[in-house]
């Protein structure tokens, strides 16, 4: 069945699934959205947001009959709530999910039984904010999107998604799981725990020297970006693929030792080498260039 | 003398000088601005730029009844300038500097003899590009600009360089040497070097998976902005001030082992407050709230 005559019945609409349905409502791209939330006063928030053509706490009712499901719950929910909709889940629905690790999930969604084709999905985008107050439509425009195939998927899950994926702006990439987390561990887990070091770091050396704060500018404020985040969510994260994130952390560990080493031994040409290599790893990543950050922030009012 | 009967020459027209020499002459609001550059050849770009009224090689005639002498060369060669420009600089020139460590470059300046008034600079801005093609008169608009008194200070000097950063758009802080290079450590060279080494880890980990790079979003893109930085001026920076460096370098290791041990102890609770520590610092820091990162970048073409 094409996406445009689906209905797709989001669970959890918070910042992912509120923007997923509102990116949905705006295309007019399926034939009905379902926000599902937990409690009854969170539904006027999705009605104002667009984010559904119907929105409520009701699962039995707002599943029934659809052909996409999307588990936009905290990721850490996300294995019970497999369990838990099962009953709901008419023969041949499509499920998937927007959980940022996917061991456990995918997993869960290996043992379904029955006939649904299940899906794991993670897109790579967010925000430092959370809740349907932050959702918006343009949330996936450009952002990659990963699915994570499991033993029930089939060839028309995987085309509806890809055609949902496509409907928001976003871009699919399909891999599979064990590669997913470890490569979020490193592209995206890592960068903000060396963002959470720098922020612990810069607290510490503050306590001492007032101008530690009162220097702020911007390349502090672009690494420690990350550090804003959601802390639930990224306690989530790293508690389900903490393999993953052990190893890379140790990683950077070395890295930053070895970096160390160079300086200690004044070993400039191994220190430039190494500044080069980083150098152009990044640019191979971002070729597009750097966005120009020539501006400091607006007076960094720290305490000092 | 006030800053609008000034004659400001400024020698280095790279990024910096050629940025300060353009607000100047935009702005109207010295007598003169004069670059000085090492070679003939870069005059022609020096013009194009409006970064100063009159341009060459020749120090002597260029430095002659200067009023201000701005020095904008790399950081590594400032202590050499200042010694080589003496016999040019009149009773009562003011000297000031660009770069971004002050040990060294203050020590040199207490050591000047004759008239000359001189104060350690330091804007706390640039671009991860560099040259007079990439200055532009908005460089310093809301930046830091670090002042640092020397044994040469005198109240009239530093009341010229007031007037002088405030008609950029700069904010000065007066500060001492020791916590300016400690805080610079901490605040700039820091993240960089936690930049340069999560470059290092993507490229190790990408070489086994190549989904790594596929991955890689906005995240990942602002947490490595600055290892994108201009090598040879982070080898200097780092040189010039390499104790500062490596003692914050190790409170960073020291602060990512204690993430791994809370990681290792499965310690939720101590993982929670630490993130929760560092979430704080960032808001206190940067309390106007982080730039929306929604979008990823444009499709970043890694060689994965």
Known sequence: MPLSESIVSIIGMGLMGGSLGAALVKGGVCKEVRGIVRKESQVPAVVAAKAAHVAGTDRKRLLQGADLVVLATPVCSIEEEILSIQPFLGSGTVLTDLGSTKASIVNAMDKLEGDIIAVGGHPMCGKETSGIGSATSILFEGAIWALIPTRNTKPHGLELLLELISAVG?????????????????????????????????????????????????????????????????????????????????????????????????????????????????????PEGVPEAIHEPRAPRGRG
């Open 170 to 286: 976003a871009r699919p990439v399909v891999m599979d799981v064990e590669r997913h987390d470890s490569a979020v561990a490193c592209v995206s887990t890592l960068p903000y725990l060396l963002s959470v070091a720098l922020m612990a770091v810069v607290s510490e050396a503050g306590q001492n020297n007032e101008f530690v704060r009162r220097l702020a500018s911007s390349g502090l404020r672009d690494t420690s970006r990350l550090a804003a985040s959601n802390i639930r969510m990224m306690m989530e994260i790293v508690n389900s693929n903490r393999a993953h994130v052990e190893r890379i952390l140790s990683m950077s560990l070395k890295r930053l030792e070895d970096l160390g080493l160079l300086l200690t031994d004044e070993d400039t040409k191994g220190l430039c080498d190494f500044l080069k290599n980083a150098q152009e790893e990044r640019l191979r990543l971002f």
